[in-house]
């Protein structure tokens, strides 16, 4: 069973759950599983916008809708019965906002993560596809651009917790066997992220710029950080879920490193108009500079990014674009 290309006539197609698949990066996700004939259960909470996953209309025999809560040991076993894959890029938290109550991010995160390794074991799943984070759990780094051997020090309850889980999946895959894949992801960025928040800086960014608001910069802008488009993003979880062996861990990133003095720059240039730019104090959870070393992902999996930061912007502002007009259409 594969997910490298479409079913074929008289073999099943792959069995897969994305846990947050209503969301930025689990949209994309169930949308390349499905191009690929996998069959997608999306697991999210109730009152999930769906807007994302509208661009997959055309397989709507092909994947569900589970709502629940995450929380729930009986929703989790609900959404993992039958499941040969789990792709797990859920979470309750964001780095900005985890250090302010810890043992939330604990009991939501990570103990609910346990209890679904657990209900994955009972039900069979074949693996589980964790998408950690290369933007925290390395701490300040101590080489760049970083491995994945570079040790483990967080500076947020985001990026411990995350450091947590992925102990746990290596714990299951001794006890019980159970298969993994860890892609620590940098910053990805693209259409259907959200554009009012505290993540997702590139996006974020350039919405303002689209929206003819001013652009805020938390410190000075000489911040460094790895920003990878989206699809290239999905395309690598992808291919380290299928090429990954029984336990692997992988950056996924762009391997460039981007200031956000740089990032402006190349917004600027995107949107090729007057923006202001607006300074506010650093925030003491932020790492002066995080940049992945991509070259395991590069040589295990034959995998690479392919889009440019500009193109990747550019490709941003025309969702945007078309975004705005579906919206002027809804109102008339």
């Known amino acids: 069973m594969t997910i490298d290309s479409p079913a074929t006539a008289g073999r099943p197609s792959l069995r897969a759950a994305v846990l947050g698949g209503a969301g930025f990066l689990g949209s994309h996700l169930t949308a390349a599983l499905l191009d690929r004939g996998a069959t997608v259960r999306v697991f999210d909470r109730p009152n999930a916008d769906l807007k994302a996953l509208t661009g997959i209309a055309q397989h709507t025999d092909r994947w569900s809708f589970v709502p629940g809560d995450f929380v729930n040991e009986a929703d989790q076993q609900r959404?993992?019965?039958?499941?040969?894959?789990?792709?797990?890029?859920l979470s309750?938290?964001?780095?900005?906002?985890?250090?302010?109550?810890?043992?939330?991010?604990?009991?939501?995160?990570?103990?609910?993560?346990?209890?679904?390794?657990?209900?994955?074991?009972?039900?069979?799943?074949?693996?589980?596809?964790f998408v950690s984070s290369g933007g925290t759990v390395y701490g300040k780094p101590q080489e760049l651009p970083i491995p994945e051997t570079h040790g483990t020090t967080p500076w947020c309850s985001y990026g411990i917790v995350k450091v947590a889980i992925e102990h746990y999946l290596r714990l299951f895959h001794h006890l019980h066997g159970l298969r993994y894949t860890i892609a620590?992801?940098?910053?990805?960025y693209g259409p259907h992220q959200r554009l009012e928040g505290a993540q997702g800086a590139a996006s974020v960014l350039l919405a303002r710029a689209h929206s003819g608001r001013p652009i805020e910069?938390?410190?000075?802008g000489s911040v460094?950080?790895?920003?990878?488009?989206?699809?290239?993003?999905?395309?690598?979880?992808?291919?380290?879920?299928?090429?990954g062996g029984d336990a692997g861990v992988f950056n996924i990133g762009s391997g460039v490193g981007t200031s956000l003095n740089e990032l402006v720059e190349a917004?600027?240039?995107?949107?090729?108009?007057?923006?202001?730019?607006?300074?506010?104090?650093?925030?003491?959870f932020d790492v002066p500079v995080n940049v992945l070393d991509v070259s395991h992902a590069r040589e295990a999996l034959d995998w690479q990014p392919t889009t440019s930061l500009e193109n990747g912007l550019r490709r941003t502002w025309q969702w945007l674009d078309e975004r705005d007009v579906a919206a002027g259409a809804e109102g008339r």
Request: hydrophobic share 45%; proline share 5%.
């Open 79 to 89: 959404v993992v019965n039958g499941i040969d894959v789990v792709y797990h890029v």
């Open 217 to 220: 910069i938390w410190g000075d």
């Open 224 to 243: 460094v950080r790895d920003f990878v488009f989206v699809e290239d993003a999905v395309e690598g979880i992808l291919a380290a879920a299928t090429r």
């Open 92 to 129: 309750t938290t964001i780095p900005a906002t985890s250090n302010a109550n810890p043992a939330y991010d604990v009991a939501s995160n990570l103990v609910s993560t346990v209890n679904l390794l657990a209900a994955c074991v009972a039900s069979g799943v074949q693996r589980v596809v």
């Open 184 to 188: 620590r992801l940098s910053n990805p």
């Open 267 to 284: 917004i600027l240039r995107v949107a090729d108009r007057e923006v202001t730019v607006d300074h506010h104090p650093g925030r003491p």
